[in-house]
């Protein structure tokens, strides 16, 4: 399969390397400035757990093949978009009408209406997914983990003959795959805890402090956090059963700092995704975009409010 990488990021040149060892053939589409700043390669320190939940640990020098023009005349059979949320926009602008027959992947976080995202491209050419990765760059390193699944998710209807071809690809790649069939839900929930997280890491200046993660004031925090939410997932029509992110809430603090602890402690690839994130800004947009929401439907977020200084500058 030829594949086209939109943007050389954390999600996109983990899947890329681990596609491009499986036979399939990898490219990233860059903007032009971004050719000399990233180079010929790219240097990766990442955990592969796709065959061990522990990791494999990666350290390569990796040649990737940049690309800084895309026009309607390619041959690619499967576009990969997977951006921060708020460059989501601009990258379908910019693919509208690049498409031609491939398929495009959208890995992505959302908080604003997927479809209605996504409305200037063929909706029959779509599918619909989250990556099971996560860490950040250094400079030209990138520290990170690689997870063995992924979730390929659909608003109500059934799989298309895209959405198995695409499946088809991460099994061969060695991923499991997590099904959605209200994948609006399923992502809503995954953003809204990350903002509930974010919020307590900004304390932190963004950065996720190793000692922090394992106290139960850290993740009583966040809990409070997620729920003083809770309103805001009601208000959109979000099915709170839709996802398991949302099942933290119902569990102790103190559990959750004890189930940390041998985390970080027995687990480097999942230690690997929450403290190499190398972009603070992404994660105060998490905390900017639901006091947004909840100021448009009028629901007070006393917790957020009182922080705002930790992700509004």
Not at 159 to 181: A, H, P
């Amino acid at each position: 399969m030829k594949i086209l990488m939109f943007g050389r990021g954390v999600i996109s040149t983990q899947y890329a390397w681990a596609f491009e060892k499986n036979g399939h053939t990898v490219e990233f589409y860059v903007r032009k400035e971004r050719i000399a700043e990233y180079g010929e390669s790219v240097s990766l320190n990442i955990y592969d757990a796709r065959k061990k939940i522990r990791g494999i640990l990666i350290n390569e020098n990796w040649k990737i093949k940049l690309r800084d023009d895309l026009n309607a005349q390619h041959d690619y059979d499967l576009i990969i978009v997977s951006v921060q949320h708020y460059n989501f926009k601009n990258a379908i602008d910019f693919l509208a009408d690049k498409i031609e027959n491939a398929t495009v992947l959208v890995f992505n976080n959302f908080w604003d209406e997927p479809k209605e995202l996504v409305s200037k491209l063929y909706v029959d050419q779509l599918v619909w997914g989250f990556p099971g990765a996560g860490g950040g760059f250094d400079k030209n390193v990138l520290n990170g983990a690689l997870m063995g699944m992924v979730t390929i998710g659909t608003f109500g209807n059934d799989y298309t003959q895209r959405d198995r071809d695409v499946m088809d690809l991460f099994k061969s790649t060695g991923f499991k795959i997590t099904e959605s069939k209200d994948f609006r839900s399923w992502l809503f929930s995954h953003f809204f805890l990350n903002a509930a997280i974010h919020l307590e890491s900004m304390r932190y200046n963004g950065m996720m402090p190793l000692a922090d993660l394992q106290t139960t004031k850290f993740w009583r925090n966040v809990i409070l956090n997620a729920k003083e939410l809770l309103p805001l997932l009601k208000a959109r029509n979000v099915d709170l059963k839709a996802s398991t992110d949302l099942k933290l809430l119902n569990i102790s603090p103190f559990i959750v700092s004890i189930v940390m602890k041998y985390v970080i402690r027995f687990l480097p690839s999942i230690r690997q995704v929450f403290t190499e994130h190398s972009n603070p800004y992404e994660l105060k947009s998490y905390c900017k975009d639901v006091v947004a929401k909840a100021e448009e439907l009028k629901i007070k977020l006393p917790r957020y409010e009182k922080n705002k200084n930790l992700f509004i500058s």
